[in-house]
């Protein structure tokens, strides 16, 4: 399976100001997704990280919030723009080439 | 709308005490069907996963879990509990896309 390298690991950040997190895989990836995981609440999926092209976005998620870019198989970005106290979370980062995919161990981001 | 319910909130289980872990999806298709575990601080490690064939899926660390498509159910199980089973357990089912809905976690609390 793919290993998934994410950083920060963790940052604290001010209301306003925006944060990317990377998202570095071992090999190449068919698929790459990003997920918000809220305090005490299980994954919910930010959207699907197309190499190339534009990110496919849930519901409820908006690229001018949630800017992502996919350069190529291996690498991805999320960036939390704006930020609110809301915003406060872990953001994983997801991939592989089948069903069930490896995770990355996540940027836990506090906002201020 | 496909859907994972994990009834149990909390669990705790005694140290050498089998575990069940109670998850029921809600999906049109054959599903696609997971169990992650989630330590304090940590990202998502995949235990095992179900895609067809035999219902009994092994897993990593002692783990297995059942499908029963007539009950629309996949319990994870564990024959002896370690203290470092302490966890976050998620169920989730593959939905189209490649993508993954969870289920609301179960917090695994182990006694000695």
């Known amino acids: 399976s793919a290993v998934i390298s994410q950083k920060p690991s963790r940052d604290i950040c001010q209301r306003g100001t925006s944060l990317t997190i990377q998202c570095q895989v071992d090999?190449?990836?068919?698929?790459m997704f990003w997920y918000r995981q809220q305090p005490g609440q299980s994954l919910t999926l930010i959207a699907t990280?197309?190499?190339?092209?534009?990110?496919?976005?849930e519901s409820g998620f908006v690229i001018d919030k949630f800017p992502i870019s996919r350069p190529n198989l291996t690498f991805s970005t999320l960036t939390v723009s704006n930020m609110s106290p809301e915003d406060s979370s872990i953001y994983l980062c997801?991939?592989?080439?089948?069903?069930?995919?490896?995770f990355g161990s996540g940027t836990r981001l506090t906002v201020v | 709308a496909q859907s994972v319910t994990q009834p149990d909130i909390h669990i705790t289980v005694s140290e050498g005490a089998s575990l069940e872990l109670r998850c029921n999806y809600s999906?049109?298709?054959?599903?696609?069907l997971f169990w992650y575990v989630q330590s304090p601080g940590q990202g998502l490690q995949l235990l095992l996963k179900?895609?067809?064939?035999?219902?009994l899926v092994q897993g990593i660390k002692g783990f297995e879990a059942e499908f029963k498509r007539s009950q629309s159910s996949f319990n994870l199980r564990k024959p002896s509990v370690h203290w470092s089973d302490a966890a976050e357990y998620f169920c989730?089912?593959?939905?189209?896309?490649?993508?993954?809905?969870f289920g609301a976690g179960t917090i695994l609390r182990v006694k000695s």
């Open positions: 989730a089912v593959g939905v189209g896309g490649n993508k993954l809905v």
């Open positions: 997801s991939g592989g080439d089948g069903i069930g995919y490896t």
């Open positions: 090999s190449q990836v068919t698929m």
């Open positions: 999906y049109g298709a054959t599903p696609y």
């Open positions: 990280a197309n190499q190339g092209s534009e990110a496919t976005y």
């Open positions: 179900y895609f067809s064939g035999d219902t």
